[in-house]
């Protein structure tokens, strides 16, 4: 089989050395891949949100099978346009898709079908919205309607950041369109955790739990990123959570988009929140996490390739999908001033195995860094401790001038039966 992934990060990354465990899989073709992935795909030169010369593509090489992996080509409606050719796809249409692409969408669903999320109101007048934050209580939280980089959401500790932050997203269109209608929402407290999930728009197989990192530095310190580690699973996420999520949100979701003629199919992220409450859903992703991906999927044992067709064909539910009884972590190691102003194209070096690169670029046959997060370097164990201290060991055999990584990840996770 002829495979297609459309996107270069270490998401992709992830997913590509996944799907090559298929021994039916003959090629893969990366739209437009990364320079650190040149060994386990075919790069081809073509932008993710190009999605003309995508189908092109994939017609002229007879792909058998896609997987559109970021956001912003499958809000713009990349698997719609890829099965008018009759190339069938894993990942959601663009009017499933809508489920990340608009927050405000995303609440309304889940206020009409009764699904626990924060209280919030939604503001397309900027004055309105202002006057509203006179009263709103702080904190706060502030999101951008629409695709924002991952970078759409303040959280505001006072009432003169909530104005600045609605100004800039609504007034200086720090976003651009997407700043055109925000979301000022309750500010939820509790630990995080991310569940991925397969769904075929009827059945939901939930993958294992996870843990992120978002900001840049030691002791969740500095600024948001988008993600600096991961660990999983999410020592948080009880067997009792999972139940009443799946019961709660997971289902409930799934049914609600079919009931708005929006059956969704493909990885849909629940990212939640785990309050004095209850689990409450702080957002939802139309795709697979990244750097979520990078420590779910070396646990999965089942074939990805079968379990993705599944979602595709509607017959999740009779597809096995089962993962390793294990601990893994992923720090991820960056160019240093990410996620502000930071400089590329340092030689890039890697000696150890279960590297995932997102920011890398060939030059003359030399890796070298191309981005903010440029690799995550992944390590799987019988236990968290052991999976973390083998993460910094893997580290250790990454070299590249300006590298920094923060030096904590998965060390609130170790703390979790501490905090008694």
Do not use: W
Request: hydrophobic fraction near 40%; glycine fraction near 10%; aromatic fraction near 6%.
């Amino acid at each position: 089989m002829k495979l297609l992934v459309v996107g270069g990060g270490g998401r992709e990354h992830a997913i590509i050395k996944k799907l090559k465990e298929n021994p039916q899989v003959t090629e893969i073709f990366a739209c437009p891949g990364n320079g650190g992935m040149a060994e386990d795909a075919t790069l081809v030169p073509i932008g993710a949100k190009e999605i003309e010369k995508i189908v092109t593509f994939a017609k002229e090489q007879c792909i058998d099978y896609a997987v559109v992996a970021p956001d912003d080509p499958l809000v713009l409606g990349a698997v719609d346009a890829l099965n008018e050719v009759g190339i069938p796809c894993f990942g959601p249409k663009a009017n499933a898709a809508i489920i990340e692409g608009s927050k405000v969408f995303s609440k309304n669903l889940m206020k009409k079908y009764h699904i626990p999320t924060a209280e919030y109101e939604v503001f397309e007048d900027c004055e309105k919205a202002l006057a509203y934050l006179e009263i709103a209580p702080i904190p706060t939280v502030i999101k951008a309607d629409g695709l924002a980089l991952g970078k759409g959401v303040i959280i505001a500790e006072t009432r003169e950041d909530a104005k600045a932050a609605v100004r800039s997203m609504m007034e200086d269109q720090v976003f651009g369109a997407s700043g055109n209608r925000v979301v000022i929402e309750e500010f939820l407290t509790g630990p995080e955790v991310s569940v991925l999930s397969f769904t075929d728009g009827e059945t939901v197989v939930p993958m294992i739990s996870s843990m992120d990192h978002k900001r840049a530095l030691d002791n969740d310190q500095g600024l948001n990123t988008g993600g600096m580690g991961t660990i999983a699973p999410n020592p948080y996420y009880t067997s009792a959570i999972a139940k009443q999520c799946m019961d709660e949100i997971f289902l409930p979701t799934v049914k609600a988009m079919k009931a708005e003629g929006r059956t969704f199919k493909g990885c849909l992220y629940f990212g939640l929140m785990l309050t004095p409450k209850g689990p409450k859903v702080i957002e939802y992703n139309c795709r697979f996490g990244d750097p979520e991906t990078q420590v779910v999927l070396p646990l999965l044992e089942s074939d990805l390739l079968t379990v993705m067709m599944a979602t595709t064909n509607g017959t999740l539910a009779e597809t096995e999908v089962k993962f390793r009884d294990a601990h893994a972590c992923c720090v991820v190691m960056a160019s240093k001033g990410y996620p502000g102003k930071y400089e590329t194209g340092y030689e890039l070096t890697i000696s150890t195995d279960s590297v995932f690169v997102a920011g890398a670029k060939l030059e003359d046959g030399i890796l070298k860094t191309a981005g903010g997060r440029v690799l995550g370097v992944t390590a799987v164990a019988d236990n968290l401790k052991a999976a973390v201290d083998a993460a910094y060991e893997k580290v250790k055999d990454v070299h590249f001038d300006n590298a920094f990584y923060r030096h904590d990840i998965g060390k609130r996770a170790l703390m979790a039966g501490k905090e008694e």
